[in-house]
Each structure stands twice: as C-alpha cells, then as structure tokens.
C-alpha cells in the first residue's frame, strides 16, 4: 500500500512539472475544515489560458462528530478526555487539482477568482490513545497507572483521571490510506507582487474503507465529508 501512495504522488508531481505554466507561485498556509484544522501548501500553476493546475499538501487534525469532552471532577486537577476514544488521528493528504479561472488579473487591484476540483490520496496516521487511571494500592492510598484504552474494560469513567503523557504510546503508531475529492472556489489578490495572497473555500469528501477506528461507542464512517477553508500566502517562484 506504502509503494502505492508513493507512486500515485510521484504520477501527481510529474503531471505538474511538465505543465506549460507562464507563473509558478508557492503558497503556504493555515485551514479550517469541519474535522479538524490544520497546516497546507500549494504550488500553483497559472497558465495564459483559463486553465491552471495545482498540487497540495495537507497535514491537519480530525475530530470525530461525536467527540465530547469531558472532566472527571472526582480527582485534582482533572485533564480532559473523550470517553470512548480509542485512536488519535492526524491526517496527511497529497492531491492535484486543476483550475479554472472566471475573473482575470486585468489589473494590479482586481482579485482573481477561479474553481477548483481535485482528487488525490489521504492517510491517516493513528496513535493509541493511553489514559491515566486510578487504582487502590495495598496502603490504602491511589496510584495513577497509564494504560492503553480498552473499550471492555475500562467502563468506569469515575476512575479515569485523564490522557497519559502523550509519547505514551508511539511506537505503536499505524497507517490507513484513503482517497480523497474537493471542489471550491479560490480568490487571489496581490497578483502583481513578488508575494500574492490567496483564499480558498468548497467542500472535501474523503474515503477510507471500514472508516478510521477512533470511538469505540459510536460509528466511525467510511466516507467523510465538509467543508474547508483556507489562507495562504505566496512566492513567486519563477515565470516561463
């Protein structure tokens, strides 16, 4: 699966170095989107036509629908934890995409606006969540023992005192690979200068077959989806 990712990236990268572009700009930025936020980057090609294409990377969190906090107020100075939840979740994701511009740079102060539709793949990189649990010791006193979440066995939320130090468990970190689509609208001011500025909102669909093991008490769906938005800022890199 490993080699499958790595050629579809490669096939992706290809396909835009040999794209005839007249401005290449290098964005990076910040998004929002309803699962999670996270860190993007893009380059982009601009061509002389009304056709463009791009290539993104994503690296952001993913918060389950039915993720609730919560605080057990039986202990001192209690951490927050979701009850149930079994893997935590960060997600990377590579797609290429191609544009289509609806408004030109006719001018230094008119903000470009073009669609956008691409697919790629995703993987989601899940740690084990460990918590903190409170047992009796023969003295009579509480001891806090980190432990990996077992959904039959830890039931009682009265002696979970929150996460575990979270370098608990990485080296038991696993990989899932997915496929992903998105569509949106992008706008683009500051054309004209060595560093343009960009926005970008739509929403994304993305796939992993029997879903991402994340709560143990709830279903954890094969296709997500939402929207997104993102800001970014930009480098000219070179001109054709």
């Known amino acids: ?6 050629s579809i990236l490669l096939l992706l990268i290809g396909f835009i170095s040999k794209s005839q572009s007249s401005e290449r700009i290098f964005y990076g ?5 309803s699962a999670g936020l996270g860190i993007c980057f893009q380059n982009k090609f601009d061509t002389k036509n009304e056709i463009g294409k791009q290539f993104d990377i994503e690296l952001s969190t993913y918060h389950h629908p039915q993720e609730t906090k919560t605080f057990n107020t ?4 209690p951490s927050a934890f979701v009850f149930g939840k ?4 960060v997600l990377f994701k590579s797609q290429y995409a191609i ?5 030109q740079f006719s001018d230094a102060q008119r903000i470009g606006i073009d669609v956008i539709c691409g697919a790629g793949v995703s993987l989601g990189i899940l ?5 903190n649990l409170i047992y009796p010791d023969p003295s009579g006193y509480e001891v806090i023992v980190s432990e990996k979440y077992n959904p039959t066995k830890h039931t009682d939320k009265t002696r979970i005192a929150g996460y575990a130090d979270e370098r608990v468990g990485l080296n038991e970190i696993n990989y899932k690979a997915g496929i992903s689509v998105s569509a949106g609208v992008g706008f683009t001011w500051g054309y004209f200068t060595s560093y343009p500025k960009r926005l970008e909102t739509g929403f994304y669909m993305e796939y992993f ?7 143990a008490f709830a279903k954890n769906k094969s296709v997500q989806s939402g929207v997104f938005l993102k800001l ?9």
């Open 127 to 131: 740690k084990p969540v460990y918590i």
């Open 209 to 215: 077959n029997n879903g991402l093991p994340i709560m």
């Open 29 to 33: 930025g910040v998004f929002y989107k």
């Open 86 to 89: 079994m893997n935590k979740v």
């Open 1 to 6: 699966m490993h080699k499958l990712l790595l």
């Open 74 to 77: 039986e202990v001192n100075n």
């Open 232 to 240: 970014f800022l930009g480098k000219k890199v070179n001109k054709n």
């Open 99 to 103: 544009s289509y511009k609806i408004s």
